[in-house]
């Protein structure tokens, strides 16, 4: 596996020379109810990311991953650090002309928090139409959520919930403190159709606004079973979408 961080100039300028696009973990530091440690979403996508190295080999180098994201919706939680995000932009593009320099302009984003999806979206318009660098961009919710809303047993799910902690159980069983795991609160009102996991309306809420405890869904529910159904579909597609990225010309 090419792991940039672990190699020296002269091993990286070979592996560069030779890999065919970038992966770059990014997450978030924040909170993740009262079971699932501050760094979640990092973890997740870290793993994911180095599952996906593993597999593509030569054809792909796994950059140092970024474990802050745009988490201001979860500043009314003890913990959660923010970036904002013209700064988020500018790391992801930066980063991104840094290996461009080096010759390797495809970059997937392997992210592992919602709440970067319109930034990474963003960065990737500028990143094409600027620099001639092709970013896409998988997140393990977005590959299997036709799997995770039918594995679901809350009406409203998407952080800390059944499936974000099964998805941890799996591929990264540290995150999960299993002794903390208690009943969901009750969700907190929100304007007719804003309310996750599929709002109609666009309406930026702060999470303190959506649950006493800073958690959707009801993870007394998770198990790794669920975790390996929704893992394995969406590693499948994004190991999939991966291979025919870097054979693309």
């Known amino acids: 596996m090419n792991e940039l961080a672990a190699m020296v100039a002269d091993e990286a300028a070979l592996a560069l020379r030779t890999a065919r696009l970038a992966l770059l973990p990014i997450g978030a530091t924040e909170q993740h109810g009262r079971h699932l440690t501050l760094e979640t979403d990092f973890a997740i996508a870290a793993a994911f990311a180095r599952r996906l190295a593993a597999d593509l080999g030569p054809d792909a180098v796994l950059c140092p991953g970024v474990p802050y994201g745009l988490s201001e919706h979860h500043l009314g939680f003890p913990g959660t650090m923010t970036l904002r995000p013209e700064t988020l932009l500018a790391l992801l593009r930066d980063l991104a002309e840094s290996l461009a320099e080096a010759g390797v302009r ?144």
């Open 106 to 249: 495809k970059v997937l984003v392997v992210n592992g928090h919602g709440g970067n999806v319109d930034a990474v979206r963003l960065a990737a318009r500028v990143l094409r139409r600027d620099h001639q660098v092709t970013m896409a961009h998988v997140m393990w919710a977005g590959l299997a959520g036709d799997v995770i809303a039918e594995l679901m047993g809350s009406e409203r799910y998407g952080h800390a919930c059944e499936g974000e902690t099964s998805v941890a159980m799996v591929l990264a069983p540290h995150l999960v403190r299993a002794d903390r795991i208690g009943p969901p609160a009750d969700p907190l009102p929100v304007l007719p159709h804003a309310a996750p996991p599929a709002p109609r309306v666009d309406l930026a809420l702060a999470y303190h606004r959506l649950s006493a405890t800073g958690a959707l869904g009801d993870a007394r529910l998770a198990t790794p079973e669920m975790g390996h159904k929704i893992v394995d579909t969406a590693y499948g597609r994004a190991l999939e979408f991966a291979r025919a990225f870097a054979e693309e010309e």
